[in-house]
């Protein structure tokens, strides 16, 4: 059987993370043996009396910026308790978009290190020597890279092999059914009992009990709910990746 995934978490607020992380799908997948994580709090590789893991920016302005030398240590040590190169992944508003793909890349990897941040930033020296991947969740302003980092870690454990339960994988399956089309379209609309609430009734296609008429007219749903919600998505392509157009 494969070695687990190993998943370091780097951070000031440590004990956010078992709560979530123990819960739902991720939790089953620890306890199956397919991931393991370990959460290292940086303000134990603080070298002074007070604990002082950041310090006020050099050429003025508000906030706080945390120092290279607990992070660096902290990375050092954990990076030392396994054999196996981490993929270093900085949480950071400055990075890279998270999109699925991205997910896969990670998820196909043995050990990732990921470091939430704090505070207005880090030091950028610190950041030149680790040299992360650097990698953020979305253009909206979070408080750190806790939640990003969460949110990381679930999109991959469940991606590893056996991760999702039968129902799960059977919901997978009639996904990929739908042919390689479906995989960057909305979902459709979904109904269940009772046939008639409220005044409103469930498409009659789906109770004809004709599978291709009902495959058929999900997948028409499918796209155009994307045109109407998320066009960019009908449209995507590596290089807007790389170069995103601004029309
Ligand atoms: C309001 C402070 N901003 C300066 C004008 C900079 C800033 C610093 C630190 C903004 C947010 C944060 C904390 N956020 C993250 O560390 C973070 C994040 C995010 O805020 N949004 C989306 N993805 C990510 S990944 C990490």
Not at 53 to 62: A, C, I, W
Not at 188 to 197: A, F, L, Q
Request: contains cysteine.
């Amino acid at each position: 059987m494969a070695a687990p995934l190993r998943i370091d978490i780097l951070t000031l607020f440590p004990d956010l993370f078992e709560p979530v992380l123990g819960s739902s799908i991720t939790g089953r997948a620890r306890q199956a043996g397919l991931v393991e994580w370990f959460v290292e709090d940086i303000r134990r590789y603080a070298d002074n009396k007070h604990n002082k893991v950041d310090d006020r920016p050099f050429g003025g302005g508000p906030g706080m910026v945390m120092m290279c030398q607990p992070l660096w240590d902290c990375v050092q040590d954990v990076e030392s308790r396994d054999e196996r190169p981490a993929t270093r992944i900085l949480l950071t508003p400055q990075g890279e978009p998270l999109r699925q793909s991205t997910v896969e890349e990670l998820a196909s990897e043995p050990r990732l290190l990921l470091i939430a941040g704090h505070y207005e930033g880090i030091d950028e020296r610190v950041i030149e020597k680790l040299n992360p991947r650097e990698i953020s969740v979305g253009d909206y302003v979070l408080s750190g890279g806790e939640i990003p980092a969460l949110a990381l870690v679930d999109a991959v454990v469940r991606l590893q092999p056996g991760a999702l339960g039968h129902a799960d994988s059977a919901v997978e399956d009639s996904f990929s059914q739908r042919g390689p089309d479906a995989e960057r379209l909305l979902d459709c609309p979904h109904y269940t009992r009772p046939r008639v609430w409220q005044d409103l009734e469930v498409p009659d296609i789906l109770l004809s009990g004709d599978h291709q008429r009902v495959a058929d007219w999900r997948l028409e749903q499918m796209k155009t709910r994307t045109r109407a919600r998320r066009p960019d998505l009908l449209q995507e392509t590596e290089d807007q990746h790389e170069h995103p157009a601004d029309t």
